[in-house]
């Protein structure tokens, strides 16, 4: 059961450039986020979506874009890459119930120079 | 807006010494509250959470109690051991699964 899957791990952007980091779930989960982890600053939430079709903003949504095309897949698109979106990117997914677990990915990490 | 507020780190300790990880929180309504952890080089994963108010939760040796009254969820060891050292998260849920995370603590164990 691989659970959530993001690709790339490492990525290097230029500023400008534009890229898709990839989220897949195989655990049928309704719920699925996406995060970005600053030193000192714990994770913060990007985007989310409650079902297939639905998203919306979480608590720094500019310069993300996502869709939520099926269950199983949910894109964070860079629109165009900026160095203060240098991060580390978790994917979660869960039921979508507030008192169950979330499972995230490895992450990737995202240099933008 | 709800939020959450932990012990800054990093902290350091020495095999088999007493841990304390504090977290407050701020919330309306009565959220679940969770400890994650995060191992070098790898994602989080969920070591305990309580649904509600004195609720204990406990995994792998830790416990945390929901304190409504102080609206706390401390994190708490007996005896740490080096394969503990790791990114600890305090974090509530929101409705529908939306989670709100401290800023994270560093804990390194030495030998």
């Known amino acids: 059961n691989a659970g959530v899957t993001q690709t790339p791990k490492f990525q290097v952007l230029k500023t400008g450039q534009s890229m898709t980091l990839q989220c897949a779930q195989d655990?049928?989960?309704?719920?699925m986020s996406w995060y970005r982890q600053d030193p000192g600053m714990g994770l913060r939430l990007i985007h989310y979506s409650v079902g297939a079709g639905i998203t919306d903003q979480g608590e720094v949504p500019n310069g993300y874009n996502v869709s939520r095309s099926t269950t199983e897949d949910f894109p964070l698109r860079l629109l165009s890459a900026a160095p203060s979106q240098t991060s580390v990117y978790f994917c979660?997914?869960?039921?979508?119930?507030?008192?169950?677990?979330?499972?995230f990915g490895q992450g990737t990490r995202l240099t933008v120079v | 807006g709800n939020s959450v507020t932990q012990m800054e780190g990093p902290v350091t300790l020495s095999e088999e010494a007493f841990l304390t990880i504090n977290c407050t929180y701020t919330a309306t309504g009565y959220p679940s509250l969770f400890w994650y952890v995060q191992y070098p080089g790898e994602g989080l994963q969920l070591l305990l959470k309580a649904t509600k108010a004195d609720d204990k939760g406990s995994n792998k040796g830790f416990e945390a109690t929901y304190r409504k009254e102080t609206t706390s969820f401390h994190l708490e060891k007996g005896s740490v051991q080096v394969s503990d050292s790791a990114v600890y998260f305090c974090?509530?849920?929101?409705?529908?699964?939306?989670?709100?995370f401290g800023q994270g603590t560093e804990l390194s164990v030495k030998p």
């Open positions: 974090a509530l849920s929101e409705n529908g699964g939306k989670l709100i």
């Open positions: 655990m049928n989960h309704e719920y």
């Open positions: 979660a997914s869960s039921v979508g119930r507030g008192d169950t677990e979330a499972f």
